[in-house]
């Protein structure tokens, strides 16, 4: 992972992966076209534990705690501490209660009580509903560390990886008052447990150690019984309706802050467990996972993921190649470099009066309202939104892309309103998910034609030599300090102050501050004046 966009002869300016800082959201409009983020604006929403219980609540309230019920009781605390007190009042002092930071990884801040006084008296928080029964393997509990890539949120598309890892505590499970300190008994992070002397790594031919591979968890499971394909759709549905609890929020932050779909994808972290009757409970999700291997195990989980997860983001050449690296790279890849290198055009999402008649008509949630009249005249915004699609799935390895899919469209109605896009991707999976040929070929017939590159709009140029000159960069910040210098002025002497047959106050600051040269003057035009 890098902090600064790499500047190399073959890739400048671009960027793969960003750590450190996450960053803001109006921060994503001085991305290029060109560069790649691993984030989205917006994903504290379910990356922070009071947001997700917060989207999840609201959830509930709409549609009903049956289908969002699986995350455990929580409430965030200051706001909700009387609604804790009288449930906690109602329901005894039997309970068992976990304490988290709202935004904290790693296991840090955690503690489990059972008594209110127990509670900490500072800081923002939250008290989760602690899930007493765990399904147990070897006396302790574990849970499952699972990877979700949502390579675009407009059409929204989530994949799942196959594999992950599963974390086990380093010390027999109880729940007795007296365990409740011991962070070995009731804690699965790796970070916590490899503290412990008794810690080990698992081995794929022996059910031991305390770190598993999730496809050595399934054998062990079928092995004894357990009907895992079950287990993994009801994970699957947990996943998709958590993205979904978000998705309203982070798709306006990104359409109002990213310059180009091309710009944003990210992998999260979700921790999963499960109880004694085998029904997950989502615990958290990380909008920044652990990529460090500590272990050949880690490096073997991660390592195939990550590979899987580059080669369905499709990273593009940035279009700023002189002529001898472009020799460079056709002798290296042995393919025409104009080929390869970024295509605004590809990603261009400006609609046309047609197309947005043809939005207009085809939002709406029956899906016999759509299809299969939504795929009988696809627009270049439609081509492009599809080959992306079909070339993403084609390339996603152990990734298992579970929205869209054949049977996702029973999670169009968790959308606050219907989505165009969705529905049209939706309408593609239910007439070729049995012949991905014939869709290739349609596909294929309309890129000859040259379709996918017409846009409604002129694309403008990959760089402008002129922002990116050193003067244009000093206009632009004395035009912006001026903005913010004639806006204080005008909140200190309102311009209706002033009787209008004389000169304003901002006037004459303005004047005295330009003054007159002695050989002459300067006066100043209303577009100058535009300018601050």
């Known amino acids: 992972m890098i902090r600064r966009p790499p500047r190399s002869t073959l890739f400048p300016y671009t960027t793969l992966f960003r750590s450190g800082r996450h960053m803001k959201s109006l921060e994503f409009q001085h991305l290029k076209p060109y560069q790649k983020i691993n984030h989205y604006p917006g994903t504290f929403q379910i990356g922070r534990k009071d947001k997700l219980w917060r989207n999840i609540s609201h959830m509930q309230n709409v549609h009903g705690i049956e289908e969002f019920g699986f995350v455990p009781l929580t409430f965030v605390l200051p706001h909700d501490s009387r609604k804790l007190w009288l449930f906690w009042n109602h329901s005894g002092n039997s309970d068992r209660w976990i304490v988290k930071p709202p935004a904290s990884a790693r296991g840090k801040g955690i503690q489990v009580i059972h008594k209110f006084s127990q509670l900490p008296k500072q800081g923002p928080f939250i008290?989760?509903?602690?899930?007493?029964?765990?399904?147990?393997?070897?006396?302790?509990?574990?849970?499952?560390?699972?990877?979700?890539?949502?390579?675009?949120?407009?059409?929204?598309?989530?994949?799942?990886?196959?594999?992950?890892?599963?974390?086990?505590?380093?010390?027999?499970?109880?729940?007795?008052?007296?365990?409740?300190?011991?962070?070995?008994?009731?804690?699965?992070?790796?970070?916590?447990?490899?503290?412990?002397?008794?810690?080990?790594?698992?081995?794929?031919?022996?059910?031991?150690?305390?770190?598993?591979?999730?496809?050595?968890?399934?054998?062990?499971?079928?092995?004894?019984?357990?009907?895992?394909?079950?287990?993994?759709?009801?994970?699957?549905?947990?996943?998709?309706?958590?993205?979904?609890?978000?998705?309203?929020?982070?798709?306006?932050?990104?359409?109002?802050?990213?310059?180009?779909?091309?710009?944003?994808?990210?992998?999260?972290?979700?921790?999963?467990?499960?109880?004694?009757?085998?029904?997950?409970?989502?615990?958290?999700?990380?909008?920044?996972?652990?990529?460090?291997?500590?272990?050949?195990?880690?490096?073997r989980i991660k390592g195939s993921m990550l590979t899987d997860l580059l080669n369905i983001a499709g990273f593009r050449i940035p279009p700023l190649l002189s002529k001898t690296a472009q020799s460079r790279l056709f002798e290296t890849i042995q393919a025409d470099p104009t080929c390869v290198c970024f295509d605004e055009r590809l990603f261009d999402d400006v609609a046309s009066a047609d197309h947005k008649l043809k939005q207009n008509f085809y939002s709406v949630y029956g899906q016999e309202d759509y299809i299969p009249n939504i795929l009988e005249h696809l627009s270049p915004n439609d081509v492009r939104l599809l080959v992306e699609s079909e070339d993403e799935l084609s390339r996603a390895g152990q990734f298992q892309r579970i929205f869209p899919s054949p049977t996702s469209f029973k999670y169009h109605v968790f959308f606050p309103s219907p989505r165009y896009n969705v529905n049209l991707l939706d309408a593609w999976e239910q007439t070729y998910h049995n012949n991905r040929t014939e869709g290739y070929n349609r596909l294929m017939e309309l890129c000859n034609q040259h379709l996918h590159l017409k846009c409604s709009v002129e694309c403008p140029k990959q760089v402008s030599v002129v922002s990116e000159s050193p003067v244009f960069r000093r206009i632009a910040f004395v035009c912006r300090v001026g903005r913010s210098f004639r806006n204080r002025v005008h909140s200190r002497f309102p311009v209706r102050n002033y009787s209008s047959g004389s000169a304003s106050a901002i006037q004459k600051l303005q004047r005295k501050r330009i003054g007159r040269s002695k050989g002459g003057s300067c006066n100043v035009s209303s577009s100058d004046d535009s300018l601050l």
């Not at 008794?198 to 019984?225: C, D, F, P, V």
């Open 127 to 299: 008290v989760q509903k602690y899930i007493t029964k765990p399904y147990l393997i070897n006396g302790t509990k574990f849970d499952l560390r699972l990877y979700v890539y949502i390579s675009c949120f407009n059409p929204l598309r989530i994949y799942l990886f196959k594999d992950g890892l599963v974390r086990f505590a380093s010390v027999s499970y109880s729940n007795a008052v007296s365990s409740l300190k011991d962070r070995y008994v009731h804690l699965t992070n790796s970070s916590v447990n490899r503290t412990n002397e008794a810690y080990t790594i698992g081995s794929e031919k022996s059910y031991n150690g305390h770190k598993w591979t999730l496809q050595t968890l399934w054998t062990y499971m079928s092995q004894r019984g357990v009907d895992t394909s079950l287990i993994w759709n009801k994970i699957i549905d947990l996943v998709i309706k958590t993205i979904i609890s978000c998705e309203p929020c982070v798709s306006l932050l990104t359409r109002v802050n990213v310059p180009s779909r091309y710009n944003c994808h990210e992998v999260f972290g979700f921790d999963v467990m499960l109880d004694e009757s085998f029904r997950p409970w989502l615990l958290e999700v990380n909008i920044s996972p652990s990529l460090h291997s500590s272990s050949s195990l880690d490096a």
